[in-house]
């Protein structure tokens, strides 16, 4: 349903044009990739493919307002020393010493 003076897409729907298109990109094998968009699915799959020690790398470089090619530019030292860092959170989520830092227990109920 298009009323007029509004296009359909405004409302959540597609075109026939639209949806013909978006058919043929799947018939002929283009993928989202390909087209240069990503969808939730692409992006989660992506995610999903990660190993912990990727992700934790990836939080901790979130946390710090950093990305891989800032990291990758910085001088040897401090790239080092950031690796370092990442290395021993992750030493300690996998030992367990990082659930039991700071934990207090109330004990007077």
Do not use: F
Not at 35 to 53: Q, V
């Amino acid at each position: 349903m298009q009323i007029t003076g509004y296009p359909a897409s405004l409302y959540g729907q597609t075109s026939t044009a639209q949806t013909l298109s978006r058919r043929n990109d799947t018939a002929t094998g283009e993928s989202a990739s390909a087209t240069g968009t990503t969808s939730a699915t692409d992006a989660y799959l992506a995610e999903a493919k990660k190993t912990p020690a990727q992700r934790l790398r990836d939080d901790w470089l979130a946390r710090h307002k950093l990305t891989e090619d800032e990291l990758n530019s910085m001088p040897s030292e401090k790239r080092d020393a950031i690796n370092k860092e990442i290395a021993e959170e992750l030493k300690r989520k996998l030992t367990g010493q990082d659930a039991r830092r700071g934990a207090t227990v109330d004990l007077t109920a």
